[in-house]
């Protein structure tokens, strides 16, 4: 049946049509579970009846969902990577930056090599993030029961200011939302800062705003605790991702599940790893003890991600602050660890995902050229955005706000920023080659006339960097294509890539002083 309707869409359609991606992120959206010894053999069959009709047709590999390597190297194994012409990824990252997809497209080129496809193109068909706004009633709930351990915990309002991790060699860090609020203000801090950080002056810390944090620091987070110090982890599953430096400077995410949650005294389950765990989640309500700090104003799906108390050690204790289920099963999603054992201090954890699935629109126009140039330095041949037109038709609808352009096609700043990126690297440019230097990435590439560009940025805090030029810099312009001043001997980087145009050769020194 598969067969057939493979060959009457495709023979309909091959005049024009000639690319054909055989399902859609088949690790994902397939019947559980979603074995890639069954997504093999049903790119094989649709391989076969596709060149049957045309070999010249160009078949493409299920665009993924993220970049499993584990269940693409399954698929090569089973017989796949002799059924596709185009490798297909989709590598979103929410919650963190464009250089993630760097050491992606590595590990994916290392596998394709291993399995004898390395020759074959690979394509990214969707890649984005969404500027939705976060949904209000959750970000109440969030914020009030996040304040509400604070006020148990004796931390007292306006008194201290909150520390933030915003060092990029962690991951693209931004404060949760609102907590700040609470506090005199936010303080950003690097790793290395940890671990002489004083609870009394910051009594409590933010190490991570995701499921992301290098385990090369948890020795520097655990010494925060013993001196009585609270994490305050407020989105996902706690240290889920190793963030591991390469040696070629870039932040590779490791999944290690809960590999290092005991560690903390944490524990977390969800429908993966427990069969009692509903995949849909329809209420959250106040734990008991907290009915009046939490009026129960807030509706709509919880997280499918659960906290529990498994790992505490003699002393500790654990005091769920928020519970979310289904269908007779309930368990905290925002709970409290008290740690009076081999640890001190405090842990607050929040499992909701909704803030990391956000940014603002200026966010999304400063990762989309680092996307694109990030990308194609990698390797990639082709990179489709998701999407030009955004839907809006719910504010807080994730999946509605992907585009550059609003639903009435007035343009977001990301358009403006894709239009730059169109005007400085436009079709028939070299591919850009990229160098990367105490993080700072610096893009080059030649336009059709010759002229060499340059695009440079940090994802880290923005500084001031040296400079050196072999030729002369014509023309310097900001994300949206304005022209800026032209630099001299240094050259303020930040997130917000700026463009050279003119010289042969760029070098930015690392910075000393940084």
């Known amino acids: 049946m598969w067969s057939e309707y493979v060959r009457r869409t495709v023979s309909r359609y091959s005049g024009i049509l000639r690319h054909w991606e055989v399902w859609n992120e088949p690790n994902g959206f397939w019947e559980k579970p979603a074995r890639p010894e069954d997504y093999a053999l049903l ?200 963030v591991q430096l390469q040696p070629d400077g870039t932040l590779r995410n490791v999944q290690v599940d809960d590999r290092d949650v005991a560690s903390f005294h944490l524990a977390w389950k969800a429908w993966w790893t427990h069969p009692e765990v509903s995949e849909n989640m329809t209420f959250q309500k106040a734990a008991p003890g907290f009915e009046e700090a939490l009026p129960n104003r807030w509706t709509g799906k919880a997280g499918i991600r659960f906290l529990d108390d498994r790992n505490l050690k003699p002393g500790d204790s654990f005091t769920p602050i928020v519970l979310a289920g289904d269908n007779g099963f309930e368990a905290p999603i925002i709970a409290l660890y008290e740690l009076n054992s081999d640890l001190k201090g405090n842990l607050i954890v929040s499992t909701a995902m909704h803030h990391g699935q956000y940014i603002s629109p200026e966010i999304q126009a400063e990762y989309l050229p680092r996307t694109y140039l990030i990308a194609l330095a990698a390797g990639a041949e082709r990179v489709f955005w998701y999407n030009f037109r955004a839907w809006e038709g719910d504010p807080m609808e994730r999946e509605h706000h992907f585009g550059i352009a609003h639903r009435d096609l007035s343009p977001k700043p990301a358009y403006h920023a894709f239009q730059t990126l169109a005007k400085l690297c436009p079709d028939g440019s070299t591919r850009p080659v990229l160098t990367i230097i105490d993080q700072v990435y610096h893009a080059e590439w030649s336009i059709p006339d010759g002229t060499r560009c340059h695009a440079i940025w940090t994802p880290d805090f923005p500084a001031e960097y040296p400079l050196t030029t072999e030729g002369v810099i014509t023309d310097a312009y900001n994300l949206y294509g304005q022209p800026c001043g032209i630099p001299v001997k240094t050259l303020r980087v930040g997130p917000e890539l700026i463009y050279l145009v003119g010289p042969e050769k760029i070098t930015v020194h690392a910075n000393v002083e940084k």
């Open 43 to 242: 790119l094989k069959r649709s391989y076969e009846v596709i060149k049957a009709i045309d070999p010249k047709l160009q078949v493409l590999y299920g665009g993924t969902s993220g970049v499993p390597l584990d269940y693409i190297e399954a698929s090569f194994q089973a017989g796949a990577a002799d059924c596709f012409d185009i490798m297909n990824i989709h590598p979103y990252q929410p919650g963190d930056t464009p250089e993630q997809i760097l050491p992606q497209m590595q590990a994916l080129q290392e596998a394709m090599k291993r399995h004898g496809c390395a020759d074959k193109p690979i394509w990214i068909t969707e890649i984005g993030w969404s500027t939705a706004k976060p949904d209000n009633a959750s970000d109440g709930l969030f914020t009030d029961a996040v304040i509400a351990a604070f006020r148990r915990l004796g931390i007292p309002e306006g008194k201290h200011r909150l520390a933030v991790v915003l060092d990029k060699r962690g991951g693209g860090q931004r404060p949760p939302h609102n907590i700040g609020d609470f506090f005199i203000g936010c303080q950003p801090i690097s790793l290395d800062e940890i671990a002489t950080l004083s609870p009394e002056e910051y009594p409590v810390l933010v190490p991570t705003s995701n499921e992301s944090f290098p385990s090369r620091y948890h020795d520097a987070l655990r010494a925060y605790l013993a001196k009585g110090g609270t994490l305050l982890l407020p989105c996902g599953l706690p240290f889920y991702y190793d």
